[in-house]
C-alpha cells in the first residue's frame, strides 16, 4: 500500500544498515576532527566580518581596534577549550554539557540547558547555510536575489545527507574540511610572507569610506563607544560554537574515547585559533572594511553605492589581495568555505538529534525523538531540525547579520552552567580524594573551571546587554519556552509512570467475570460472516449483532438476509434520529456495561484493506471514527476483522513471500 | 479529545435536527419557487450582457440586433420549459435528468449527465459569485481589486449556510427573491412607461463608440459574422440554466410534488422569459453598450479609457437611465442582485449534492456523498462543491466573462440527452397503450420531446462550435474524466460485490480451528495487565508475548519483571536488527501461519487513550503503524486494549453521563 513512498524513501536515504554494521559509524579521529570540528573552523567564515562591521559602525577608525578584538575571542576561546578537555575526560558518556548540568546542578537547569543548546544547534545550521548562500553569490553575482532559496536548498540537501547516516557522512566528511584547511593555510602563508617582504597590497575596500551610524560621530568614545566594542566582541564570540559538539559526540569517537575526544578538542582549538589570528591581523594589514549596511554606510569613490552592491566577505578580499583580483584562488576559496559551512550545518545535524535522543531517553521530550531510524540516524530529530531551521532562514531573509544576532546566546548560557557544574563537580571529587598530590592536582582543574566560570559568565552578561534588543531576546524566549514544554513532557511521563506502575496488590489481575461480544454489521456479506466466525471462535459469554437503522430498506434487507441464511446469533437494530451511526452504538455499549459494569465488551469491526490508497476512500469511512470513539469507552476493546478485497491480492504480505523470522525463544 | 472543534462546528452548523423534523425541511411553493428559481432567474443579472459584448466585437452597429438573439433564447426557453413540465410529471422521484437518460439510454449516458451537471452546478457557483462581486465593486469601486475575495467570501458564506441545512435556508430564500422581482419589476415598467410617453432618456454608455476587434472590421458579414451572432446566442443561452434544479429537487416540494413542481417550472419559465424580454427591450431602447475589453474596444469622449475604467453592468445602466443617474434605486437594484445571485450560487448548493448523492446511491461515486449529515444536508458534497468553486474562481480571477465560456456545455448536453430520453420514453408508454385518444395525447408529448431534443442538439452543436476554443473544453475534458472516474468507482464496488456476496456454498461460516493469541508487550505496566487478562478471558487456544529487542537494557528488565511477577505466559524475544519494531512482529506472525494456516492469529495491542490532542504526540508512536501493518496481513485480527490516561478522565465518556439509549430489539 505505501510501496511507492517507501520506494522513494529507499532511493533519497538508502536501505536500512544492520545492527552488526554499527562500527561502521564510529570514527577515528582523522575523520572525527573534520566532522566535529567544521562548525567551529568555519566561524572564520563570518567571525572576522562580524568583528569588523560592528566597529565600523563607529567610523574608519574604529575599525583599527579590530585585532584587539579578536585577542581577546582567542583568549576566551583558549580558556574554553582548555576547560572542555577536562570536561570530556570526567564525563565521557556523550552526555556533554546537559549531563554535567544536570547531575551537578539539578534537573531544571539541566532542562536550561538542553533548551539552550537545541536553539544554538538551529542556530548554527541558519547561519551556516545562510553564509554559504553569501559565499556563492560573491563568486555568482547573478544569484543575488536568490540567497534566501540557495540557504533553504541547502539544509534540504544535508538534512537529507543526515537522513542517510553518520557512515556516509563521516568519510565524505573529511575531503572538504581537509581541503578548507589547506587553502586557508595557503592564503595565510602567502599573505604574512608578503607582508614580512613588504610586497602586501591593498585590500579592494581599503579605499572605501566609511560614515559612522547615528550616535556614533564621535567614534568610539563613551559608553556608546565601549558597548559598541563590547558587541563587537560578543559578534566575534561565535567562533567559539561548535566546542560544545565534541563533548555531546565522545560515543562516535574510537576507544579510548575520551581520550580522543579531548586531543580533538585540543587540536580544534589550536586549528581555530591560528585561522582567526591570521585572518584579523591580514585583515588589519590590508585595510579590509565591511559594513552592515553599505547603502547607508559606505562611500564608494566618494558616492553612496547603488542599492545592488555587494560587498566581499572578508575571507574573498583577502584572496582578492594576497593573490590578485582576478585569480581563480577567490573561487577556489569560495568552494573551500561553502563546502566547510555544509560541514558546519552538518555537525549540528549530527549533534541535534543526539541531544533530542538524550533528552527523550529523560522523558523531557517526546519517547519518538529517541529511536535511531534503520540508518542510525535520529530521523525525527533530523526533520525538526529541518524545519525549524527553514523557518528561520526564510523569517530573516538569509541575513547572516540579522541571524548572528540571535546567536551564541545559548552557547554561553550552556558553556557559563556548565562551568558552575564542573566547579561543583571537582569540589566533590576533591573531597572524596585524601591524597595530596591529586588533590593537588583537582585543585588545578578546579580553578580551571572555576576561571572558565567567570569568564564565560562574563561573556554571556556582554552577550546579553549588546545583543538582547537586537534579536537576542527571540532565542531567549524561545529556550524558556522549549524548558516549560519539557518540563510539561516530562511532567506528563512521570504522572503515566505513577499510574501505569503496578502495585503488589494491583486488582488488575483479575480476569473480566464475562465477555459480551458485539458485531457491527452494516451488510451480510463475507466479511460479516468471517467476523462472527472470528467472534465465535473467542467464545464470548454472550453475542449480539447490532444494525444501525440509518435507512430502513437497508435495514430490512439486512433483517432478511439474517432470517434466510438462519444465522445463528441475535440481532439488535438501534435507531439513529440523527442519521449518525456512531452514537446509536456508543450508546448501546454504554447500556451494556450500565447493566453489567465488570464485564468485558468486545466489539468487533469488520474493516476493508485495499491495495491502492485511493480505494480507502471508497471504504471503511463509518468504521474509522467508530473505532475512535469506542476507544474512548472504558471496558471496551475494538477488535479489527480485516476482509482483503481481491484488489488487494497478489501483494508481497502473503506468507510464500516473507523472509525467514529471526527471533529466538526467551522462556524464563 | 475532538471537543474543540466539535462546539465550532456547532456554533457554524447548529445542533442535530431529529428525523421527525424532516418535514420541516419539505417546501410550500411559495419557497420553493424563490429556493429553485434563482438560478434561472439570477441569470438576467449577467446573460444580456453576455450577448452584447459578444456582438460588440464587430463595433457599435452590431449591438443592434441583440434584441432578435434575446428572442432567440425565449423561443429555446419556452420550448425547453414546455419538455420539462412534461418530465417531471414523468419522472418525479427527483433523479432528474440523471434518472431518465439511465433508464432510457442506459448507464453509459447516465453517467454522462451526472457528469455534466456536476460540472455545470460547480460553475453556477462560480459564474454567481462572480457577478455577484461586480456587481458589489459597481456599487463601492474602491473594492474593485478585490473582486476574487468578495467571490471567494461568497462561496464560504453560502457554503456555511447550507451545511445548517435546507430548512434554514429556504425560509430565508424567500424574500431576496421576491425582492428582486419586485425591483426587477418596477424597473421595467417605468422603462416602459417612459418608452411609451416618449421620456426614456440614453444609457450612460450609449455615446461611447465601439471599435471592432480584429477579424471583425466589416460588422457582421460573412461567416466569421454568422459566427459571432452564434456565440452571442450561446452566451445569451445561459438564461436557460436551472431548468434543471427544479427537476432534481421534486422530493423537496410538498405533495402532489410532481404538480406542484411542474406548476413552478411554468411559473419560473414565464418570469424569466419576461425579465430577459424586458431587459433585451429596453437596453436596446436606451442604446447600453458594454464590451468584453474596454482598455481596447472603447472609445469614451473619443479616447481610449484608462486602465482602471469600469463598465456597469446592464441591469446597472438601465437603473440610472430610467431612475437618474444619481437616484438611490442603483443601490437598491446592486442589493437585490447580489441577493438573488447569492441564492442562484445557493440553489446549486442544494442541487449538487442531491445529484451526488443519487450517484453515490447507484454506487458511481464514493458511498459517504450518499449519507444525509446530522442536519439533513448532504454535507461531503457541499464541501467538495465549495472546493472547486473557489479553485475556479481563483483561477480565472472572477472574470464572468471568462467563466461563461466554460458554461452551459453540461446543460446542453444534459437537456439533449434527455429529450432524446423522453423521446423513446414517450414512444414506449405509447406503445403499451391501445385506447386511441391516449395514444394521441401520448404523440403529442412524444413530438414536445422530439421538437426540444432536436432544439437542443442544435444548441449544443452551436455552443460547442462558438465556446470550444474559448474555454469550453475545459468542461468537456472535466465531464470525460468525470464520467471515467465514475465508471471506475461503479466497477470497483461492482467487482467488490461480487467478491462479498454470499454463495450457497460459502465455506466463510466455518470456525477457524484454533486461536492462537499474540500481546505486544513494550513495558510490563497496568496496560500489559489488562491485555493479558482480556486475551486470557477470551481463552485462545495458545497465548504467547512478544517483545521486540531495540534495546538490550530495557527487554532485559521486561524479562526480569516477567519472571519476579511469575506472570503465567510464555514471552518471546523478537531481534531487531534494523532496529525497526514493525518487520520483527509481522515475521513473527507471518511464521505462526505458516506452521498452522488454518488458525486465527489475534494481536493485542495495547493502547493509550490521552484526553489532549498535544498528549498523543507523547503516545502509541509504535502502534498505530504496527496496527496498520498488521491489517495487511491475512487471518490476523487486531484487537485494542485501549488505557485511559488519568488525564483522560473526567470526559463525559463515561456511563454515569450517558442519555438512555434508544435502541428496539428485533430477533428474526
Redesign the interface.
Request: aromatic share 6%.
Given at each position: 500500500?505505501q510501496s511507492i513512498p517507501r520506494a522513494l524513501r529507499r532511493a533519497l536515504v538508502g536501505k536500512?544498515?544492520?545492527?552488526?554494521r554499527f562500527h561502521d559509524a564510529v570514527l577515528p579521529k582523522r575523520t572525527a576532527l573534520p566532522v566535529f570540528s567544521a562548525d567551529a573552523l568555519s566561524s572564520v567564515a563570518y567571525a572576522p566580518d562580524e568583528i569588523i562591521l560592528t566597529l565600523a559602525l563607529a567610523g574608519t577608525t574604529a575599525v583599527a581596534i579590530s585585532p584587539w578584538v579578536g585577542l581577546a575571542v582567542l583568549v576566551v576561546l583558549a580558556v574554553v577549550i582548555a576547560a572542555y578537555r577536562q570536561n570530556v575526560r570526567a564525563y565521557p558518556s556523550g552526555g556533554g554539557d546537559y549531563e554535567i548540568v544536570s547531575k551537578n546542578l539539578g534537573r531544571t537547569a539541566g532542562v536550561g540547558v538542553g533548551a539552550a543548546l537545541m536553539a544554538d544547534y538551529t542556530l548554527v545550521v541558519a547561519v551556516s547555510m545562510a553564509t554559504a548562500a553569501q559565499y556563492v553569490t560573491a563568486a555568482l553575482p547573478g544569484l543575488a536575489d536568490r540567497r534566501v532559496e540557495l540557504a533553504v536548498v541547502g539544509v534540504l540537501l544535508v538534512g537529507l545527507l543526515n537522513l542517510r547516516g553518520l557512515a556516509f557522512i563521516g568519510r565524505a566528511a573529511a575531503v572538504p574540511t581537509y581541503f578548507f584547511l589547506a587553502v586557508l593555510a595557503a592564503l595565510l602563508l602567502v599573505g604574512v610572507g608578503q607582508d614580512l617582504t613588504g610586497s602586501l597590497g591593498q585590500a579592494p575596500s581599503a579605499d572605501r569610506e566609511v560614515l559612522p551610524a547615528a550616535g556614533f560621530d564621535a567614534g568610539l568614545t563613551g559608553l556608546a563607544g565601549a558597548l559598541l566594542v563590547l558587541r563587537a566582541f560578543s559578534s566575534g564570540a561565535v567562533a567559539l560554537t561548535g566546542v560544545e559538539t565534541i563533548t555531546n559526540s565522545v560515543p562516535y569517537f574510537r576507544k579510548p574515547r575520551a581520550a580522543n575526544a579531548a586531543a580533538t578538542l585540543g587540536l580544534l582549538g589550536a586549528l581555530s585559533a591560528a585561522l582567526l589570528a591570521g585572518v584579523m591581523y591580514l585583515a588589519d594589514r590590508t585595510d579590509v572594511v565591511v559594513v552592515g549596511n553599505p547603502e547607508e554606510q559606505l562611500l564608494v569613490d566618494g558616492r553612496l553605492p547603488a542599492p545592488d552592491f555587494f560587498q566581499d566577505p572578508v575571507l574573498g578580499q583577502l584572496a582578492k589581495t594576497v593573490f590578485g583580483t582576478d585569480s581563480l584562488w577567490f573561487y577556489v576559496l569560495v568552494a573551500a568555505t561553502v563546502g566547510v559551512l555544509i560541514l558546519a550545518a552538518n555537525t549540528a545535524f549530527s549533534g541535534f538529534p543526539t541531544l533530542a535522543s538524550r533528552l527523550a531517553r529523560d522523558a523531557f521530550l517526546?519517547?519518538?525523538l529517541q529511536?535511531?531510524?534503520?540508518r542510525?540516524a535520529f530521523t525525527n530529530g533530523i526533520l525538526l531540525l529541518l524545519l525549524v531551521a527553514v523557518v528561520l532562514i526564510v523569517a530573516f531573509g538569509a541575513n547572516v547579520n540579522s541571524l548572528i544576532q540571535l546567536y551564541i546566546v545559548g552557547v554561553f548560557v550552556s558553556f557559563t552552567l556548565t562551568q558552575a557544574g564542573m566547579v561543583r563537580h571537582w569540589g566533590r571529587v576533591r573531597r572524596m580524594r585524601p591524597h595530596p598530590g591529586v588533590r593537588r592536582e583537582l585543585f588545578g582543574r578546579r580553578a580551571v573551571a572555576l576561571v572558565a566560570f567567570v569568564l564565560c559568565a562574563a561573556v554571556l552578561v556582554v552577550v546579553l546587554v549588546t545583543k538582547l534588543t537586537q534579536g537576542a531576546w527571540i532565542t531567549l524566549v524561545a529556550i524558556v519556552l522549549l524548558s516549560a514544554v519539557m518540563a510539561g513532557?516530562r511532567r506528563?511521563?512521570d504522572?503515566?509512570d505513577a499510574?501505569?506502575?503496578?502495585q503488589p496488590d494491583?486488582p488488575?489481575?483479575?480476569?473480566?467475570s464475562r465477555?459480551h461480544a458485539i458485531i457491527y454489521v452494516s451488510?451480510?456479506?463475507?466479511?460479516l460472516?468471517?467476523a462472527?466466525?472470528?467472534a465465535?471462535?473467542?467464545?464470548?459469554s454472550t453475542l449480539e449483532a447490532v444494525v444501525v437503522d440509518?435507512n430502513a430498506a437497508a435495514t430490512r434487507r439486512i433483517?432478511?438476509e439474517?432470517?434466510r441464511?438462519e444465522i445463528p446469533v441475535?440481532?439488535?437494530?438501534?435507531?439513529?434520529?440523527?442519521?449518525?451511526t456512531i452514537g446509536?452504538v456508543?450508546?448501546?455499549v454504554?447500556?451494556v456495561?450500565?447493566k453489567s459494569?465488570r464485564d468485558?465488551v468486545?466489539v468487533y469491526l469488520p474493516?476493508?484493506?485495499v491495495r491502492h490508497r485511493w480505494?480507502r476512500?471508497?471504504h471503511n469511512?463509518a468504521i474509522r471514527p467508530l473505532?475512535a470513539r469506542l476507544?474512548?469507552?472504558?471496558g471496551?476493546?475494538?477488535?479489527?476483522?480485516?476482509?482483503?478485497?481481491?484488489?488487494a491480492a497478489g501483494?508481497d504480505?502473503?506468507?510464500e513471500s516473507?523472509?525467514?523470522?529471526?527471533?529466538?525463544?526467551?522462556?524464563?
Open positions: 500500500m536500512p544498515i544492520h545492527n552488526e517526546p519517547r519518538q529511536a535511531r531510524g534503520d542510525f513532557v506528563h511521563y504522572a503515566v499510574e501505569l506502575a503496578l494491583s488488575v489481575r483479575a480476569l473480566p465477555v451488510s451480510v456479506r463475507k466479511p460472516m468471517r462472527l466466525a472470528y465465535r471462535a473467542s467464545r464470548p440509518t433483517l432478511d439474517w432470517q441464511l441475535p440481532v439488535t437494530v438501534l435507531d439513529a434520529p440523527y442519521r449518525d446509536p456508543v450508546d448501546h454504554r447500556g456495561r450500565r459494569p468485558l468486545v474493516e476493508y484493506v480505494e476512500l471508497l469511512q473505532r476507544h474512548q469507552e472504558r471496551v476493546m475494538t477488535a479489527s476483522v480485516p476482509w482483503h478485497l481481491s484488489s501483494q504480505v502473503g506468507p516473507a523472509p525467514a523470522p529471526q527471533q529466538r525463544a526467551a522462556r524464563p
